[in-house]
């Protein structure tokens, strides 16, 4: 018909005036958690004794195929193979999770973080210290939760309690 | 002493308009991004004021202060000229267009218009025609080939459709026997119009927005294919001249439809004040005028000269013919 198709033209955008907005307000307002299977910035796991996991195997190194991770061995005083240095060079990872895969130990993991841009490629070689106390995986996630910048703390975005977790499935799609 | 009130009266009434026309802009370019926002699932503004309502004023306070260029091989005085052109014209149209009746204040009986012309109908059109020179001179000025082709299109855009907007109120025109708006106005107070005259109203409107140079047809300043069109080389305030003309031209276009086709301050059904129902009336076109643009595509250039020759003018013309048939035949003794 003559003019239907601008009638319905017409009431699809109408009745997405009147829909959920997809926008997230990031980042002083809102901030998206990601699922657990989401590859972030790596962090280092400890045993139950609190001793870093990593055997300093350097499969993970070798299996980098960015070739970003180097891995220097010592002997501690328990005789137990474990890296002096563990460096990884975040500006050069792809995030492909081969070193996750690759650990026998159960050592390294990719987690939740993805504010991690900085200014100096340099300093995105993350030592082995700093690695250990990276987040880890999330728990929840897929939402989006309340947040504020802290401009004290470089970007890193605080939340507070989540809310909308079913965000997704809540904006319209046609 | 009647004179000097009668006067001060004209200077408060124009003061006041030009005020309103000014300022209406900030609102609107605010109300116009945030239906934009919303139809494509986003926000709009909203960090400057209450859900970005100050936005506007920071628009125009970055407007004002930043540079304001003209190239080098540009016309400078045309380039100085055509923003201002562009920007008196539509002004200048409200001094003819009514806003209602009267309303009495302190015992005085004020009238809602400037001036109650009986050509007032002519009057608008003669004096928005000249817009176009602003878009022109503009494009022309500015020695960029975008803003040549942007004035270029314009130019055949603005002639084209001025034909079958003029051609449709001819009907409103032999249904009120006056050119003066306020009667036709109060010709409308039984029946409006729309619905008289539903092809001429389709005509006007659509040949409006053709006038009004907003999407669907808005190629002058197609920004897909043109930078920004006649004004690419226009920056700071001269830019937004155009800004505020093309918003008083979409505000004048909706104060003509709602006065031509429907019934401009008559209300229908619930009782309220004759200027809430117009400025309601107007807002619903603006807001059409909006949603509109958010919604279709832009029509290519022939199909912008085949709408205007091939159906609006036909269609016009036989809205004129078939009006004067019907009228002829009802008032025939
Ligand atoms: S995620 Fe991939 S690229 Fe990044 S360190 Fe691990 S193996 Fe290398
Ligand atoms: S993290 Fe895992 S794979 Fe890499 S050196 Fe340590 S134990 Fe080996």
Known sequence: MFFADFATALTLTFGYMFSRSVTMQYPDKEKWLPYARYRGHHFLKRDEEGEIKCVACELCARICPCDCIEVVPYEDDKGNRRPAKFEIDMARCLFCGLCEDACPADAIALGQQYEFSSFSSRDLVIGRDNLLGKPGKATTGGGVVAARLNTEQDVLVVTSAPHGYNWWRNIRRT | MELIVALGL????????????????????????????????????????????????ADGIKLLTKEDHIPAEADRFLFKLAPILALAPPFVVFVAIPFGESVSVLGHEITLYVSNMNVALLFVFA?????????IFGGWAANSKYAVLGSLRTCAQMISYEIPMGFAVIGVVMLAQSMSLLEIVRAQAGVWNIVYQPVGFFVFFVAGLAEAQRIPFDLAEAEG????????????????????SE???????????????FGGWNGALVPLPPLLWFLLKVAFFVYLFIWFRFTFPRYRYDQLMAIGWK???????????????????????
């Open chain 2, 10 to 57: 004209i200077a408060f009434k124009v003061a006041f308009l030009i005020a309103m026309l000014l300022l209406l802009p900030l609102p609107l370019t605010w109300l116009e991004r945030k239906i934009a926002g919303h139809m494509q699932q986003r926000m709009g503004p909203m960090r400057v004021g209450w859900h970005g309502l100050l936005q506007p004023v």
């Open chain 2, 247 to 261: 918003y008083a031209i979409v505000l004048l276009v909706s104060v003509l439809v709602v006065i031509l086709f």
């Open chain 2, 225 to 244: 294919d043109l930078g920004a069109g006649f004004h690419t080389e226009y920056s700071g305030i001269r830019f937004a001249f155009f800004m505020v």
């Open chain 2, 311 to 333: 159906v609006l003018l036909p269609l016009s013309i036989a809205n004129i013919i078939i009006t004067g048939v019907i009228l002829g035949a009802a008032t025939a003794p």
């Open chain 2, 127 to 135: 004096v928005i025609g000249i817009e176009v020179y602003g878009v």
